[in-house]
């Protein structure tokens, strides 16, 4: 029989979701538009730049969160979007940006109701990390299901190779994992993925300041790339190093 300690402990993280927005990300509703205007670039060349050319191919946004990529989408000309949060506040924060096809439920409850190759692409920013490793396993088979053959998933999550791994990975109690680029092709290749890319989140360049950073960013990792190539022979192009990656994975 569980104890009452242990009836205490398991819903620890939908009290954290319950306020995510204000709790977590520490932003309200009213400030939402403004941070979007900011990121607006950043959405457009590295998440609109991986969907589908087709502009009414069916897209899912899985922890949606407040909407900012679906209404990048939106603003790209995509006509055929859907978002899914687990977060009330999110949800509610999403539809005051004009977002009319987003729903507040589990995502795998959500999934669990749509049939076999409903979505030509899925979003899966910053979800998940919150998931244990046999979670992510019935999630990734079930998000193939849901895909067409070929449809893309699109994934950011915490990079555990990253300079500074700890401050994502340990930045949020509800995290469970981080990942490497190896780590996730074992879970492509275990769920019937591809992977085809794997990115570093490096700042998006839409003026002097983001361009100065975008530099200092490539110059300053360069000796941890020396570093890595003095370890292992490999990883001066290809290790990954900012705090979060981009990843594609393609159903086959």
């Known amino acids: 029989m569980a104890s009452a300690q242990d009836s205490k402990q398991v819903d620890f993280k939908a009290r954290l979701y319950e306020r995510y927005l204000t709790g977590h990300a520490h932003r309200s509703t009213e400030t939402i538009q403004e941070s979007i205007g900011h990121r607006i670039t ?5 998440v609109c730049s991986r969907l589908p050319l087709l502009k009414t191919s069916h897209i899912l946004d899985l922890g949606c969160g407040h909407g900012a990529i679906l209404f990048a989408a939106q603003q790209a000309g995509y006509t055929n979007l859907t978002g899914v949060d687990v977060s009330p506040e999110q949800i509610d924060a999403a539809r005051q940006l004009g977002l009319a096809d987003v729903h507040c439920e ?14 030509d692409a899925v979003i899966a920013f910053d979800i998940l990390e919150h998931f244990t490793r046999p979670e992510l396993f019935s999630l990734t088979d079930e998000l193939h299901r849901v895909l067409t053959k070929g449809g893309r998933l699109i994934l950011h999550v915490p990079n555990a190779e990253a300079i500074f791994s700890g401050t994502i990975r340990y930045g949020d109690l509800t995290h469970e994992l981080a990942f ?11 769920c019937r993925f591809k992977l085809v890319e794997v990115a570093e989140d490096l700042p998006a360049v839409h003026g002097l300041k983001s361009l100065l950073r975008n530099i200092i960013w490539r110059v300053g ?7 890595a190539v003095a370890e292992n022979g490999v990883g001066f192009q ?14 086959v």
């Open 42 to 46: 950043f959405l457009r060349q590295v």
């Open 106 to 119: 589990d995502a795998n409850t959500y999934l669990s109701k749509m049939p076999d190759g409903a979505f």
């Open 180 to 190: 490497t680029t190896e780590s996730l092709n074992q879970l492509a290749s275990a």
């Open 221 to 227: 990792t360069l000796g941890f790339r020396l570093l």
């Open 238 to 251: 290809t290790k990954p190093l900012s705090q979060n990656m981009l990843a594609v994975l393609e159903a």
